[in-house]
C-alpha cells in the first residue's frame, strides 16, 4: 500500500490536537520513546529561542557555516507556503517522499491519541534529522522554551535567545519577565547562552534562570556589541576582540544586531572552525524570506506596476512594527503605502502604532484560508483609529489595484502583518 501525500497526512494529524492546549512535554516523551528515541541519535544542537530575530539567526549561522564546509539541518517554523520548508536535511529543503514516510511512520507510533500538530511534527522532523548525516542542527523553538516541543535536547553545544518581546501571552505569561523565563527554560547546566539584546525586565528573568541551573552567559551590551553601523557594514566587539564586517543582506537597522549575536555563537561551537571569511560569506549570502523581502517580479510586482517598490514582511508585534517603521524612516525617497492582515491571536494596536505616522494610506485585509484571521474590518477600524487614510479591500491584489488608482507616481508598498498572510502573498506572486 502507498504512503499518502504529507497534505493527506497533516491533515489527518490536526486531527489528533487535543481538545485544551497544555504546554507539557509529557506527549514528546511517549512518542519519542515509541519512536525510539531519535533526539539522542541527532547531531549536535544549537538551540534558539526569543520572540523575534531567531529566523535571521538561524538563517546567518547556516550561510556561515555552509561557507565554512559543515553540513547543516536546520528546523524552523512556521513555514510560508509548504511545510517541507520547516525542514531542511543538510541544507536541503525536505523531500516530498522522505517527508510522507516520516509522517506515516510518527502516526503509527502514536497510536492515535491526542497530541499537539506541532509536537507530532517535530518528533517527525527528530527522525529526519537522526537518519541524516550532518554536522550540526540549528533548530528553533515553536513557542515560548521550557515546554516547547523542541526541548527535548540534554546537552546542546549552544542556546541562544534571541529579542524578546510580548508575544503569546495566552501561554507564556503577560509580563517581559515571565516570557523571558520560559524562553529560557532552554537553558542548561554547563551549557553558554548567547544572548541577543534585550529590555531590563526580559534580561533579569533570563539570568536568574541561568543562574538557577549554572548556565554561563554573554550577554549583547556587556560581553558583545555592535559599537558602529553603517551603510558598508558593523564593528563587532566581542571582548576585547574588535572586528569589521559587511553589511548582511538581510535588510534592516536591526540586522547586525541579530548578526552580532549569529557570529558570537559561531566562534563559540567547539569543535567548529568558522572563519571571519565564512561570516562574511555567510552574511552575503543568508536568505530568509518575507522578512523586509523586497519583491522584484511575480504576478502581484507586475499588477503593483512598475513604479511600485513592493516590499513584504510577516512581523506581527509590537515589537516587529518597531523595526518596521525604523526602516519606514529610511525610505524618504517615496510615499509609504500599507497593506496589513492580522491574525486574531496578535496585538493590531501595538503593531500599527509605530507605523501609522509614516504611512501615506493603507489596505486592510483578511488572510485568505485562516480560521483565525482578524477580519479585514477590525483592521482597518485599528488604522483609523491610529489616523491612517485606510479603507477594507477584498485580497491583496485588490488593495494594488485600488492604491494604484488612489495615488500617482513612485510609490512603495508593505504588504506586513502576519507570516500567514505573507506565504499567501508569496504563493500567489508565484
Same mark, same amino acid.
Given at each position: 500500500?502507498?504512503?499518502p ?39 549536535? =544542537? =544549537?538551540?534558539?529561542?526569543? &520572540? ?6 538561524? !538563517? ?7 561557507a !565554512? ?8 517554523? #512556521? ?33 492515535? =491519541? ?18 541524516t ?18 526541548? @527535548? ?11 524578546v ?77 574588535? &572586528?569589521?564586517? #559587511? ?11 541579530n548578526?552580532a ?43 503593483a506596476g ?12 509590537p ?17 509609504l503605502?500599507?497593506?496589513?492582515? @492580522? @491574525?486574531?491571536?496578535?496585538?493590531? =494596536?501595538?503593531?500599527?502604532r ?13 488572510? #485568505? ?24 479591500? !477584498? ?26 498572510? !505573507? ?8
Amino acid at each position: 500500500m502507498s504512503t499518502p501525500s504529507s497534505d493527506v497526512l497533516l491533515e489527518r494529524l490536526m486531527g489528533l490536537h487535543p481538545k485544551l492546549i497544555d504546554l507539557s512535554l509529557d506527549r514528546m516523551i511517549r512518542i519519542l520513546a515509541a519512536l525510539g528515541h531519535p533526539e539522542r541519535a541527532l547531531p549536535p =544542537v =544549537v538551540h534558539i529561542a526569543g &520572540t523575534n530575530g531567531k529566523g535571521s539567526t538561524v !538563517a546567518t549561522m547556516k550561510a556561515a557555516l555552509i561557507a !565554512a564546509g559543515y553540513r547543516v539541518h536546520a528546523y524552523t517554523s #512556521p513555514h510560508l507556503v509548504r511545510f517541507h520548508e520547516r525542514v531542511e536535511l543538510d541544507g536541503q529543503i525536505i523531500a516530498e517522499p522522505a517527508l510522507a514516510a516520516l509522517l506515516e511512520e510518527c502516526e503509527q507510533a502514536n497510536g492515535g =491519541v491526542p497530541i499537539t500538530f506541532f509536537e507530532i511534527t517535530t518528533a517527525a522532523a527528530f527522525l529526519g534529522f537522526s537518519r541524516t548525516p550532518a554536522d550540526v542542527l540549528l533548530m528553533e523553538t515553536g513557542l515560548g522554551g521550557r515546554l516547547d516541543a523542541t526541548n @527535548m535536547i540534554d546537552k546542546p553545544l549552544v542556546t541562544i535567545i534571541t529579542p524578546v518581546s510580548l508575544d503569546h501571552q495566552q501561554f507564556l505569561g503577560d509580563t517581559l519577565g515571565a516570557i523571558a523565563g520560559e524562553k529560557a527554560g532552554i537553558f542548561k547546566p554547563g551549557v553558554l547562552g548567547i544572548i541577543g539584546p534585550q529590555p531590563a525586565e526580559a534580561l533579569e528573568a533570563i539570568e536568574r534562570r541561568a543562574a538557577a541551573i549554572g548556565a554561563p552567559l554573554l550577554v549583547a551590551g556587556r560581553d558583545f556589541e555592535v559599537e558602529h553601523s553603517d551603510g558598508d557594514g558593523f564593528t563587532l566587539r566581542d571582548g576585547d576582540r574588535h &572586528t569589521r564586517f #559587511p553589511r548582511p543582506v538581510l535588510v534592516g537597522a536591526h540586522q547586525p544586531f541579530n548578526a552580532a549575536t549569529s557570529i558570537v555563537a559561531l566562534r563559540r561551537l567547539q569543535g567548529f572552525r568558522v572563519d571571519d571569511d565564512a561570516v562574511a560569506r555567510g552574511l552575503a549570502t543568508a536568505r530568509w524570506p518575507a522578512r523586509l523581502q523586497k519583491i522584484e517580479s511575480g504576478a502581484l510586482k507586475e499588477r503593483a506596476g512598475s513604479d511600485v517598490e513592493l516590499w513584504l514582511d510577516g512581523g506581527h508585534n509590537p515589537s516587529a512594527g518597531e523595526v518596521l517603521a525604523d526602516m519606514a524612516r529610511t525610505w524618504n525617497d517615496r510615499p509609504l503605502d500599507l497593506i496589513v492582515g @492580522m @491574525m486574531n491571536t496578535k496585538d493590531p =494596536v501595538g503593531f500599527v502604532r509605530p507605523l501609522a505616522p509614516l504611512v501615506r494610506r493603507a489596505r486592510a485585509v483578511s488572510i #485568505p484560508g485562516e480560521k483565525n484571521t482578524l477580519p479585514a474590518e477590525a483592521t482597518l477600524k485599528v488604522l483609523a483609529e491610529a489616523g491612517v487614510e485606510a479603507a477594507e479591500s !477584498a485580497s491583496v491584489g485588490a488593495a494594488l489595484d485600488e492604491l494604484k488608482a488612489a495615488g500617482s507616481g513612485p510609490a512603495r508598498v508593505l504588504i506586513c502583518g502576519s507570516l500567514y498572510l !505573507a506565504g499567501r502573498v508569496l504563493e500567489e506572486n508565484g
